[in-house]
């Protein structure tokens, strides 16, 4: 069986590098994006199982806007997306509706074993576990 392939959406380099380091260790196939043009087109093209998305992502509009474009998009709306953010305020003020999508919401900074609990869910399909800490 092919390990599950995880797209890492990071631009604080530190983090990216950390995130993808424990995601390869912990048995997936990691890869990562962090340009402003082309963001959407690419996860569409790689469908990967699963986004690890910073919502401080290079991206026209930002984190919110590329959300909102893979909501809306057919061929993306199905993989799942773990939003990540150091802005509780924001979070708190979309929690409810991203966990109501299916998707996983972690505050940063955040522990990484409850980064790999929450992609483990996400990759399960389970949604009880989507909180924010």
Excluded at 5 to 27: F, Q, S, W, Y
Excluded at 28 to 46: C, G, K, R, T
Excluded at 81 to 86: E, H, N, Q, R, T
């Amino acid at each position: 069986m092919m390990p599950a392939h995880i797209l890492v959406m990071e631009p604080d380099d530190a983090i990216r590098g950390l995130v993808c380091l424990v995601l390869t260790e912990a048995g997936y196939e990691v890869s990562s994006w962090n340009e402003a043009h082309d963001a959407e087109a690419h996860i569409v093209a790689l469908q990967p199982d699963l986004v690890k998305l910073s919502l401080r992502v290079a991206h026209p509009g930002g984190g919110l806007a590329l959300l909102a474009a893979l909501a809306a998009n057919p061929e993306a709306r199905a993989i799942p997306l773990l939003i990540c953010s150091g802005d509780l305020a924001l979070l708190q003020a979309h929690a409810d509706d991203w966990r109501a999508a299916g998707y996983g919401v972690l505050l940063k900074p955040f522990k990484l074993d409850d980064l790999l609990a929450m992609v483990r869910s996400l990759l399960d399909g389970r949604q009880s576990a989507h909180t924010i800490e």
